[in-house]
């Protein structure tokens, strides 16, 4: 009478027919509600993208390549004439390289404070571990707001400087790029130190006792030895970080005010004051090729490291 | 010859000591001005609840906390049934064709920034809004219970992974029925799978912004929009207080996932 129980099935083989199909239906809930409440609206956004912008908001049914034109130039209103429109481009610029300082800034603080935290004892470790992984819990509009308090004029950094004498007045931080900067740093590391953590506690200290013995310095043996074999941990933080920051709405909403622009914030403003649907439609797309292929590409990295 | 210890590297503790300071700084400083009975979010003026009993006076406030509430707690309940039927559906049994697909569009929430979803979200709730005249909150629940999936699935996943499939074939061989070893048998030993992916849900539809933002209606704020409203205007202590609230709700429910993913553990 076993035949209808999953487990007669050997875990690694294939599944029988009645198996698969059970399979299919029991999924069958999570698909459709993932088809309505996710991934459907996406394919919507692909049509979107190729229509005209309608006279107030929405879209006229009509096929139009408009928005891609706009995404790159713009044409001056009064004499017809294109050029380039630095405005987005300055956009998407600040996005990718606020993005790559992000994720750099977030590997050179998380490395260290990973491979601390991997060479304590193990029962100092779960409160370090505890230490990181609450104020990722925390919401990230909380831990933004949290953030700008201490980075604006009158808050505790500012304080703390003029206190110390380093500084007279106080410096404006806050809806600069370095205000998004920092806010992006704070609210994922834990995303850099946690995946991290997990590659440097499996590292085997005595290959570096083994690289200290045949004399490689202590940057040689860093370079030739750890980030290698650490190398998929390396790559899982910096898509947790890479990905989220690139899409970044609320840090740069909150820090940046509201010149200092990221796509996501760009796209908002094609929905809201923008009144460009299909602008906005072509715009989450760029976004999203351009995070799934830093996915591929990382995944690629890891994959190959693994094949050796 | 000098010795070399990757236990004591010089700096490293000094990094790590002022990251966990850095990550937690600014977090306490927001809890202890929640306390603070000065209008200023700067000046310290003393321990007061005066903020708290402003926020839980306000109708708004009030509103959005039980809005918030409603939501997370009816989009953890459909996350986490679809997400353990799905689960139960992609484990424990041999690959079948397409089980990588299912697997994908499970997790696709996870890949796609929020920020995409939610205008993909807002074009199409916008129209299926005018065409069915139907505004209510069903549409955030249907939008969080979709993102809601893979964190209440990947949980109920791993410890469905864990579990030793033996006893269901000792079920088996005792003439239990599928559903008889399912129901005395697999369905208890992954209830705190479910609790946790459950938990876990709650909490990522409590924290929402970017989402709730683009697909409520009019008058339809939970805490974090209402939040972000606010700070259009000024930082007040309010939102602090709000903030500590919405903190204190979040360790407890983390807490009690931390409790149930490691007591029980299969063996």
């Known amino acids: 009478m076993a035949g209808g129980v999953p487990a007669a099935a050997a875990p690694q ?110 029962a100092q470790r779960t409160w370090w571990l505890f230490a990181i992984t609450i104020p990722f819990w925390t919401n990230l509009l909380i831990r933004t707001f949290a953030i700008m308090e201490v980075i604006r004029n009158g808050g505790l950094m500012n304080s703390a400087l003029i206190a110390l004498g380093v500084i007279e007045t106080p410096i404006q931080i806050l809806y600069t790029d370095t205000a998004v900067l920092i806010g992006m740093v704070y609210v994922y590391l834990p995303l850099m130190v946690l995946p991290l953590y997990a590659a440097v506690e499996r590292f085997d200290m005595t290959l570096l006792e083994a690289a200290h013995d045949l004399y490689a310095s202590r940057l040689q043996a860093l370079r030739r030895v750890v980030l290698p074999v650490i190398r998929p941990g390396i790559v899982a933080g910096s898509i947790l970080v890479f990905v989220p920051s690139l899409g970044a709405y609320v840090t740069p909403r909150i820090l940046g005010g509201g010149k200092n622009m990221m796509i996501g914030n760009f796209i908002e403003l094609q929905f809201g004051q923008g009144r460009n649907w299909p602008l906005g439609a072509a715009l989450s797309l760029i976004l999203l090729v351009i995070v799934l292929t830093a996915l591929l590409t990382l995944t690629r990295l890891t994959e190959r490291n693994d094949g050796r | 010859m000098r010795r070399f210890d990757p236990t004591a590297l010089p700096g490293f503790a000094f990094v790590a000591v002022v990251a966990v300071l850095a990550l937690w700084a600014p977090i306490v400083t927001m809890v202890v001005y929640s306390f603070n009975a000065s209008d200023s979010v700067a000046v310290w003026g003393g321990f007061s609840l005066e903020w708290y009993a402003v926020a839980a006076g306000n109708e708004a406030v009030q509103g959005a906390a039980i ?114 070893a399912f129901r005395r048998v697999t369905l208890p030993l992954l209830v705190p799978g479910i609790a946790a992916g459950a938990m876990l849900a709650f909490v990522i539809s409590l924290d929402d912004v970017i989402i709730t933002e683009f697909v409520k209606s009019a008058g339809q704020d939970t805490l974090p929009t209402y939040m972000l409203g606010q700070l259009r205007r000024a930082v007040t202590p309010e939102v602090n207080a709000i903030s500590t609230a919405l903190l204190v709700l979040t360790m407890a429910l983390l807490t009690a996932f931390f409790a149930m993913t490691r007591t029980r553990k299969p063996t």
């Open chain 1, 13 to 122: 083989g294939r599944a029988t027919p009645a198996q698969a199909r059970a399979g299919w239906w029991l999924s069958a809930p999570a698909l459709v509600l993932l088809a309505v409440g996710a991934t459907g609206p996406l394919i919507v956004i692909v049509i979107y993208a190729f229509l005209a912008k309608g006279s107030y908001s929405g879209v006229e049914w009509e096929l139009s390549f408009d928005a891609w034109f706009q995404v790159l130039f713009q044409r001056d209103i009064f004499d017809d004439t294109v050029s380039f429109a630095d405005a987005h481009l300055a956009i998407f610029w600040r996005s990718v390289k606020l993005s790559v300082l992000t994720t750099a800034l977030a590997f050179a603080v998380g490395l260290p404070t990973a491979w601390f935290i991997a060479t304590r004892p193990a």
């Open chain 2, 67 to 180: 809005r918030s509430l409603w939501i997370a707690f009816c989009a953890s309940a459909i996350a986490t049934t679809v997400a353990t039927m799905a689960a139960l559906g992609t484990t424990r049994r041999g690959r079948f064709r397409g089980d990588r697909a299912i697997y994908a569009m499970v997790n696709q929430p996870l890949m796609v920034p929020e920020i995409v979803t939610a205008v993909a979200l807002l074009i199409v709730f916008a129209s299926l809004k005018v065409l069915t005249g139907y505004t209510g909150l069903g549409w955030l629940i249907l939008a969080h219970s979709a993102f809601c999936v893979p964190f209440a699935y990947l949980p109920i996943r791993a410890r469905l992974e864990g579990m030793d499939t033996t006893l269901e074939g000792a079920a088996a061989d005792l003439y239990a029925t599928p559903w008889q």
